[in-house]
């Protein structure tokens, strides 16, 4: 039997030697940290086995193994060392195969995490590339979508906007060439030409404010407001044109919290809504809109009798220059009001959206109150 004492010793000078090449393994370690796993595995194996002999050989130092002993521990132990040596190369070209699957994967088209079983941590990397990559389709798709919508409001534009230009033209050379002479007509072609720039200023102004909204730009300044007021001034602003359809204009809001919205925009997006209605609700009809905050949204409906919206239509309706059948005669709306309201309503983080109920339809702004 080693005495207590003597083993104390052999554990102490077997450990200062394995710190020893341990350290020196580090240092390796640190000089080839660019090198691949599977060379770094090697040097990991062979310091543990130099650590070992270096143990064995500094207790035979110490006189406690005799030679025929020592050799036949330093025997294992180099041949044990050796297997264990082998299996770090083994598991070292597995983590380069395995690498090499995920790169082959990374550098196809489309990002497909690998069939084979992959080690916990590469697995990890798998999923994180596969989900880095949906989101990188995704913004390329909205970015499509995004190009697709430009070029459609270009087209738009120089269309939807010279016709009406050619039409102020020809009046304009009537005028000045004397054309047409009688005061009669020529006070309705002057009408015609001041309310023709009108509504191209509206248009234009709409198409700035539908460029902003996808530009990002639009910045919102919020404020504290009662919906009753937004409701009211909405309400207000298109009086005028409900008693000339002769259409009647509800306003009902019930008590309830301020809102934070940009009063501005806002005002303007339910100022689509509610001239939509007007319009397409017959006379007589009843457009109506209602206002209820809720514990955690706002919400504004405005419905009409405009006995209902295709259902090819509704989900079309917020489109860039969607128009109705009924819409797309000349002098119309240009079909930018829904896009814009939508634009606003998004912008303050809310949803809208269009039904068919009774006798018209429906569209309804939900505004969310936390986090505002
Ligand atoms: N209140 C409504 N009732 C029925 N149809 C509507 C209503 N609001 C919008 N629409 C349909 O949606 C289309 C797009 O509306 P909008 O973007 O405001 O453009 P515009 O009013 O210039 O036509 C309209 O042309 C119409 O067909
Ligand atoms: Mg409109």
């Known amino acids: 039997m080693i005495p207590f004492e003597d083993l104390l010793w052999v554990g102490y000078y077997a450990a200062l030697a394995a710190l020893v090449v341990a350290g020196l393994g580090l240092g390796v370690l640190h000089v080839l940290r660019g090198r691949s796993v599977a060379t770094q595995l090697v040097v990991v194996g062979a310091a543990t086995v130099l650590a070992t002999i270096s143990g064995i050989v500094v207790i035979s130092l110490m006189m406690i193994l005799n030679d025929h002993d020592r050799t036949v521990v330093l025997a294992v132990v180099t041949a044990a060392g050796l297997v264990a040596m082998a299996v770090s190369v083994l598991l070292g070209r597995r983590l380069v195969a395995a690498n090499r699957v995920l790169v082959e994967a990374v550098r196809a088209d489309r990002f497909r995490p690998p069939a084979v079983r992959l080690p916990a941590e590469l697995a990890e990397l798998?999923?994180?590339?596969?989900?880095?990559?949906?989101?990188?389709?995704?913004?390329?798709?909205?970015?499509?979508?995004?190009?697709?919508?430009?070029?459609?409001?270009?087209?738009?534009?120089?269309?939807?906007?010279?016709?009406?230009?050619?039409?102020l033209r020809a009046m304009a050379e009537a005028l000045e060439d004397e054309v047409v002479a009688d005061a009669g007509t020529v006070h309705?072609?002057?009408?015609?030409?001041?309310?023709?720039?009108?509504?191209?200023?509206?248009?234009?102004?709409?198409?700035?404010?539908?460029?902003?909204?996808?530009?990002g730009a639009l910045r919102l300044s919020r404020r504290r407001v009662a919906l009753a007021e937004l409701v009211e001034e909405a309400v207000a602003g298109t009086e005028a044109l409900a008693r000339a359809k002769g259409v009647r204009l509800r306003g009902?809001?019930?008590e309830g919290p301020p809102v934070r919205v940009d009063t501005g925009e806002l005002g303007r997006a339910l100022r689509n809504l509610v001239v939509n209605a007007i319009r397409h609700t017959p006379g007589d009809g009843t457009v109506q809109i209602v206002g209820e905050v809720g514990p955690d949204e706002a919400r504004v409906t405005v419905s009409d009798a405009c006995g209902g919206i295709p259902a090819d239509d509704l989900p079309r309706v917020f489109e860039v220059a969607f128009r109705g059948e009924a819409a797309r005669t000349p002098g119309g709306g240009a079909g930018l009001g829904l896009a814009i309201a939508r634009g606003i309503v998004e912008a303050h983080a809310g949803r809208i959206s269009v039904a068919n109920e009774g006798p018209g339809c429906r569209f309804e702004v939900r505004l969310p109150l936390t986090g505002v």
């Open 126 to 167: 798998s999923r994180e590339l596969d989900a880095a990559y949906g989101r990188l389709a995704a913004a390329h798709e909205r970015e499509q979508a995004l190009e697709a919508s430009r070029r459609e409001l270009v087209a738009w534009v120089s269309h939807d906007l010279r016709t009406p230009l050619a039409g």
């Open 188 to 215: 309705r072609y002057h009408a015609r030409i001041r309310v023709e720039t009108e509504r191209l200023t509206e248009m234009v102004d709409d198409l700035f404010e539908l460029s902003r909204i996808h530009a």
């Open 252 to 254: 009902d809001v019930a």
